[in-house]
């Protein structure tokens, strides 16, 4: 092993910081302490780097960046911190919010003037409850732009893979005009040409590196990241799980690593980053903290399989504490639950299907219990209070052969591709009257058939009197603007009639550990535990249990884990340039 001392059976291994966990948070805290030159090293848990950031969608929410003072947006402070204090309610953490709001575009230009990080945002992008107090139609969230994952060397063979649900043949599409392109493929010639091209470019990727290499979205995000890591010469070990925290004189000073079937001494004089992704794979802690798993089984997660807890319970065994009052432990999203062609299981998370015109989710008894354009968060919490005692939580979107065909939904997509193989799973049901549909998916058939009368009786003028689908400005910016008079409203009429069974997945987990505004791990006293710290989803939310709008677990990622990372290096000691 390079740069290590054989000390008997294991090794030991000298470094200044320590940091646990390769997703976003744990990268954006490795530059930042390697920009300060010190010694870091990156372990993961998994084989491949990534984490959670590597299938995400790599939207990123920080207010008050200089990307959205290039769109003339000059919002202060304390507009977003209005908008914050709204959303957490009394779970607000005004020291965390503040450090949030003052860090996150400081991070934000460093790392995209001295990293190989890059962002573009969407003039118009609106907070998920735009309506609220200090809320906006856009300038705070952003997405990472693509990424030509040759620049990674060899190490683009060990990078996460995206969710393959959101892939086509594979390649994961950019997010906004990427992906409108991509429907109106057959319907115009220049989306048929852009789609042509970029098929044909990532299938030649395929075949010459067995992977595509324009990266997109969250796997972008990682590979940037990765690359900014790479150019510093920090190590990252893969497969190399911790296994407790070193404490000395009373600080936490490195861990045990299992690397390569020895344990390795990792003593790390500044301390350590637990970054490991939060718990959605915890089944003991979702049991205990779920409500709609009381067995911790009943969730669906899209996260990655590796992303079990570790890092709570590393801080836990030192003193540390978990954040347990939030009023949701995690970030919800439906998801469906589907069979891929090699036979195994995928989880789809359903973020814009619902908001399209034609569609809409109803429970068994067949009513609907929402607004299906509202935020996936909200539709969750919605789907837990329209459950009834004892049964299944679980929604059914229900559409037309018009709409299927226009949009897709869920993992089936729109023309011409074929439908054929998640009809035969079950996972897409099909019925040649609402009421044959009914059957199959053991929805009351009477329910359902009065609910779309109701439905389609005020859908031709474009309104919804029941839930207002396309009064908010999210509804909008998710439905179809060429759709009128209202963009997420439009009949079902024609059969055949189709569903998809929805159920409770998350998009990452908010309690967590509970930190100070340097993201330092706090004891049982509220007062930091010298040389332990925390970020992205194992720092418990400052959103207080609330998802106020796309990338509100990345953006406080990035910008706590550049917290970290300059905290830890001492701020009075000069960046170094790149």
């Known amino acids: 092993m390079t740069d290590g001392v054989r000390t008997g059976a294991d090794t030991t291994y000298e470094c200044d910081v320590l940091i646990v966990g390769s997703g976003c948070a744990g990268m954006s805290a490795a530059v930042t302490a390697g920009h300060a030159g010190l010694k870091v090293l990156i372990v993961e848990k998994e084989p491949r780097f990534g984490g959670t950031t590597a299938r995400s969608g790599g939207w990123l929410w920080i207010p008050g960046t200089s990307l959205a003072r290039d769109w003339g947006i000059n919002e202060s402070p304390d507009q977003a911190r209005t908008y914050l204090r709204h959303e957490a309610g009394n779970s607000y953490d005004a020291a965390r919010v503040d450090a949030f709001l003052t860090a996150g575009p400081e991070a934000v230009d460093f790392f995209t003037t001295k990293t190989a990080l890059r962002f573009d945002m969407p003039l118009v992008f609106p907070d998920y409850h735009a309506e609220a107090p200090g809320g906006t139609q856009g300038g705070r969230s952003m997405v990472t732009r693509p990424f030509d994952g040759r620049e990674l060397g060899p190490h683009i063979q060990t990078l996460g893979a995206p969710l393959p649900e959101l892939t086509v043949f594979g390649m994961m599409l950019g997010s906004g005009k990427e992906i409108i392109h991509f429907m109106r493929a057959t319907k115009s010639l220049t989306s048929a040409v852009y789609v042509a091209k970029r098929l044909s470019r990532h299938l030649m990727d395929v075949m010459r590196h067995g992977r595509g290499m324009t990266l997109t979205n969250g796997n972008a995000l990682a590979g940037r990241l990765a690359k900014s890591a790479f150019d510093l010469n920090i190590p990252l070990w893969l497969s190399s799980p ?128 929402a607004n299906e354009g509202n935020s996936y968060h909200d539709f969750v919490q919605a789907m837990m209070k329209a459950a009834k005692h004892g049964e299944e939580i679980a929604a059914f979107l229900i559409c037309d052969h018009k709409t299927l065909r226009k949009y897709g939904l869920g993992c089936v997509p729109p023309f011409p591709m074929p439908i054929g193989h998640h009809v035969r799973t079950g996972y897409l049901m099909r019925g040649a009257t609402l009421a044959e549909l009914a059957a199959q998916a053991g929805i009351d058939a009477r329910g359902l058939e009065a609910t779309i009368a109701q439905f389609n009786a005020s859908a031709a003028t474009g309104q919804d009197t029941a839930f207002g689908k396309g009064s908010r400005a999210y509804n909008r910016f998710q439905g179809d603007a060429l759709n009128g008079p209202n963009p997420c409203i439009g009949p079902i009429e024609q059969g055949p009639f189709y569903a998809i069974k929805m159920v409770i997945g998350d998009l990452g987990t908010y309690a967590g550990i509970k930190t100070d505004e340097n993201a330092r791990a706090l004891n049982a006293d509220g007062r930091p535990i010298d040389g332990l710290y925390a970020a992205g989803n194992d720092m418990a939310s400052i959103m207080g249990g609330n998802y106020p709008g796309a990338g509100i677990t990345l953006g406080p990622a990035l910008t706590f884990g550049y917290i970290a990372g300059r905290h830890i290096a001492d701020t009075s000691k000069p960046m170094k340039a790149c």
């Open 242 to 369: 911790v296994r407790e925290l070193i404490v000395e004189d009373g600080a936490v000073r490195g861990g045990l690593v299992e690397r390569e079937g020895r344990l390795v001494r990792v003593h790390a004089k500044r301390g350590v980053i637990l970054a490991c992704g939060g718990f959605p794979h915890d089944v003991a802690r979702r049991k205990a903290m779920f409500p709609h798993a009381p067995d911790g089984t009943q969730h669906y997660s899209p996260g990655p399989a590796g992303n079990t807890g570790d890092g709570l319970r590393l801080a836990e065994a030192v003193g540390g504490r978990v954040e347990d009052t939030l009023p949701n432990a995690a970030a919800w999203v439906p998801v469906s639950v589907t069979t891929r062609k090699d036979g195994s299981s995928g989880v789809m998370p359903h973020f814009i299907d619902r908001a399209k015109p034609g569609v809409i989710a109803v429970m068994r008894d067949g009513a609907r219990f």
